[in-house]
């Protein structure tokens, strides 16, 4: 298939301000060529992230509007409680305002000078707060993850070997072991469920337990329905609570997977592990029941997890990111590493390459095109 057609219906547009090239040279040297500085209004191609910046749908905005905001005990908390544990089979769901604050509360209490934290490939926020708690965060993923030519299907998967010496070498000083899906940091490479389920047999015979960050779980789940073996049968929603039923707890954006403007959540099933990660939350977020949310917002959540894990809607985002790909090598741009999936794709300076060639200047730094 070379095309594939939107599966949605766009009921409202905004419009863009055109800008003219000498304006968008002006522009960029004004911001010092740093394309984080630049006004978001000036910018024609925002390829900065996906996170957080997609529009919802309407049903999402329906569930907005039967938000309740009631302090503690919210009827919205409920529903996003159940829409989290329906895909992913976790005791405690504990809100936060988005992912990086599940990070925080995660290493407030795994973090510590002189421990040190392995996943296939850290996210900057991650790698931050494990920093910040003193420890230190290391990065184990297979060889072909660094290859941007590499085609092995699982690119984000961690190696299994390293990561067995690893335990063995620094079993005192590992407090936890993580594996991000997709492995967001390495161009938003996939992991295969059996990668996740090994490494989860190898964390908890070393009696460690396993955490996943789910930031992209459903495309994830997409590249293990389409790619391994024994899988194409199965429904998304299936995979998805296979890939987290070997897993002690996850840490989420919901500013991805789950379609949402703002939020996250931190899951856990160890009762003590929840009592304490709720006293950090009451501390720095707000009540268990919103976490530094809304409940419009969890609302919305609740709804996004319930359309995210749509194959029609996965088969359309997926085949628009290897569309991309497919035109910039055409315009002997280099898209290797995006042939998992777009993630990294907009952090490349191919993209500046089929920007120029197409007549747009633009520049590779934060994947923004003036």
């Known amino acids: 298939m070379k095309t594939i057609i939107e599966p949605f219906r766009i009921k409202s547009v905004e419009p863009i301000r055109l800008t003219s090239r000498p304006e968008r040279e002006r522009l960029a ?7 984080f500085g630049l006004h978001s209004d000036d910018v024609l191609i925002d390829l900065l992230t996906d996170s957080g910046t997609g529009a919802m749908s ?3 905005w329906a569930a907005v509007m039967q938000g309740d905001e009631s302090y503690a005990g919210s009827p919205s908390f409920f529903r996003f409680e159940a829409a989290v544990q329906n895909l992913m089979p976790f005791k405690h769901i504990i809100p936060t305002h988005q992912g990086r604050a599940a990070e925080a509360i995660l290493f407030s209490i795994f973090g510590g000078k002189g421990r040190r934290i392995p996943s296939n490939t850290h996210f900057d926020t991650t790698r931050g707060n494990i920093e910040a708690s003193g420890a230190m965060g290391d990065d184990l993923v297979i060889a072909e993850g660094k290859d941007p030519q590499s085609l092995h299907p699982f690119k984000g998967n961690m190696d299994l070997a390293r990561l067995e010496a690893y335990l063995a070498e620094h079993h005192a000083e590992v407090p936890l072991v993580m594996i991000t899906i997709t ?20 964390a908890h015979r070393h009696g460690k337990p396993f955490v996943i960050d789910g930031c992209r779980f459903a495309e994830n789940a997409w590249f293990i329905k389409t790619r391994e073996e024994g899988q194409a049968e199965r429904s998304i929603p299936e995979i998805v609570r296979d890939c987290f039923a070997v897993a002690d707890g996850m840490t989420m954006s919901a500013k991805k997977d789950a379609f949402g403007n703002i939020g996250g959540w931190l899951a856990l099933n160890d009762d003590d592990l929840a009592e304490e990660a709720r006293g950090h939350l009451i501390r720095t977020e707000g009540f268990p029941t919103y976490g530094g949310l809304a409940g419009r917002d969890l609302d919305a959540l609740a709804q996004g997890l319930v359309e995210i894990v749509d194959e029609d809607y996965l088969r359309y985002r997926i085949r628009t990111h290897q569309y991309i790909v497919e035109r910039l090598d055409a315009m ?9 999936r777009a993630c990294g794709l907009h952090r490349r300076a191919g993209v500046a390459v089929a920007y120029s060639a197409a007549g747009i200047s633009g520049a590779g730094l934060g994947g923004r095109a003036l």
Do not use: C, K, T, W
């Open 29 to 35: 040297r004004a911001a010092g060529y740093n394309l």
């Open 58 to 60: 309407s049903l999402q």
């Open 183 to 202: 492995n967001n940091a390495g161009g938003g490479q996939p992991v295969s469920l059996a990668n996740i389920r090994a490494v989860a047999d190898l």
């Open 332 to 340: 002997g741009g280099s898209g290797g590493e995006a042939r998992g």
